[in-house]
């Protein structure tokens, strides 16, 4: 299929607001939607083109804007697997798609990145403690997505969310596809424990 095919299937071109929204900096108007932005998810792909997509949290702002063509944010403690790390090493590009609660619309964010250890830059993007590294995106799209995926899902209305009634906890999930011999408690213990003593 041509991407001439793919677009008379999917109704033609874009309109001019869709094809023109995208710029290529940090205007006031993303400053503004990232100041306020507790979560985003970190999109990248490996060598052989495999790709990974990644949650990262933190207090509002958390993710900060250096100037109009540069953002950046701290290493944060996760599981230590370094997908996200290793990819951007083999292929050092990234997508971000920042949410905000009860915001419908999300910010997209693409660009090159670089991975750093200067100590100043650490410092800015400190939460309480000095990341050993920090990401460092120089953009080169970034645009506002439109709110229908939002609106589909209901995202943002508790009213429409679904029961969770059957949803294995993620302790057995984990259990299950780990293999692991640990009796539920025990990983929910260790979960815990993570989740109290080493969020930050």
Known sequence: MTIDELRELLGGEPSRTARD????????????????SPFF????????????????????GFV?????????????????RLDSFANLLERPFAALLFLIPAVEETLRVNGAVTLSRDPELLETVSLGRTPALAVVVEVEQAFLHCAK???????WQPDAWPALDGLPAAAQIWRDHAADTRTLAEIEAQLEESYTQRLW
């Not at 929204?21 to 306020?36: L, P, V």
């Not at 990974?52 to 933190?58: F, L, M, T, V």
């Open 149 to 155: 995926a939002s609106k589909r899902s209901a995202l």
């Open 41 to 60: 998810v970190l999109s990248t792909a490996a060598g052989d083109g495999r790709c990974d997509a990644s949650p990262k949290g933190g207090p509002p």
């Open 21 to 36: 929204k995208e710029i290529g900096r940090i205007d006031d108007n993303c400053r503004a939607f990232i100041a306020r």
């Open 64 to 80: 900060r804007v250096l100037d109009d063509r540069r953002l950046a944010f701290g290493e944060l403690p996760g599981n230590r």
